[in-house]
């Protein structure tokens, strides 16, 4: 077998690990979520302890990567889809490690001054994340420079949904000072939240990256800190 095909082979091989790796992240988001609404403390102190699956998915990722660039000798492009899902997967890592924060706030918050409307936000909040990234982890796989775009410009609408919840927290407290304690909270979990749509975005920016070679700013929060 030829090198370039067995390259080809394995890389797709790699492709696919990366994959079960963001779907498992996905189910990650929404499970802590789901805990965190639910005030499951059992649930989420059952997902502190998985995230260590998904860091040894990442060891795991790595070095089956770096085998395959140091057996295989990539052409420059081959080394760039290498390199591409090395630094995708780092952010996968990252996205795992915010939803156990949220899991480890659910264990960490106490009182029962709870407010259900900001919890439906925060809920639906978490729908728009977890479409975020199935859709960059269907960028990849297809390779459409295209929606890796569309994904990247969706966060706006997760920005736009952290400064409302943030708002709404506010006056909330305003009004009821005994939901303080659970406000601070809600402020946490959203700004974690907001934080993996930050990653997601990356995701999209190392797909450009992976077929034009250019580094591009896509999150329009950075472009555009002031507005």
Known sequence: MEINNLFSIELK??????????NAVSQQIEQATESYINHDKVAAQALVQQDNSINGNEVDLEKQALTLMT????????FRNVITILKASSDLERIGDHATGIALETIRVKGSHRNQ???????????TIRLMLKEALAAF???????????ASQDQDVDATFDEIRRDITKTIEADPAVAEAGASYLMVTKLLERIGDRIVNLAEE???NQTGDIVELNQGRLHPNE
């Open 207 to 209: 797909m450009v990256y």
């Open 141 to 151: 796989q297809s390779i459409d420079m295209k929606q890796a775009h569309a994904v």
């Open 13 to 22: 091989k790699l492709y696919s690990v990366f994959n079960q790796m963001g």
């Open 71 to 78: 057996l295989q000798q990539p052409v420059a492009d081959d």
């Open 117 to 127: 409307a900001l919890e439906a936000k925060i809920e639906t909040l978490t729908k």
